[in-house]
């Protein structure tokens, strides 16, 4: 079983800085890539960046040059640094691994259960 644990979410002023990190855990042979999406209300869920397992990183336009993926391949643990907060970042972040689960040589996908982030003006 594989458990993803977001943490970092909370309330942040426009202009802020805020960080989140997300743990993978359990039975896990490698991890491809590891990444943040966010969820507003009433909004389908976007990609906000993503980084793989060789340091290749990817980010959304409106996040582009204000928001630093990282990622710790030996701790199988990634952050999101998000500087220069605007009113529209605020929604649930959700953290996301493509990974090989160890043990059956199955590749999948999973998910966090999401952190809060919301930005006051």
């Known amino acids: 079983q594989v458990q993803l644990v977001e943490s970092g979410g909370g309330l942040v002023e426009t202009g802020g800085s805020l960080r989140l990190s997300c743990a993978a855990s359990?039975?896990?042979?490698?991890?491809?890539?590891m990444g943040w999406y966010r969820q507003a209300p009433g909004v389908q869920r976007e990609l906000v960046a993503v980084v793989t397992s060789g340091g290749s990183t990817n980010y959304a336009d409106s996040v582009n040059g204000r928001f630093t993926i990282s990622r710790d391949n030996a701790k199988n643990t990634v952050a999101l640094q998000k500087n220069s907060r605007k009113p529209e970042d605020g929604a649930g972040y959700y953290c996301?691994?493509?990974?090989?689960?160890?043990?059956?040589?199955?590749?999948?996908?999973?998910w966090g259960q999401g952190t809060q982030v919301t930005v006051s003006s």
């Open positions: 996301n691994a493509d990974l090989w689960v160890r043990g059956v040589a199955r590749r999948a996908e999973y």
């Open positions: 359990g039975t896990i042979l490698r991890i491809n890539s």
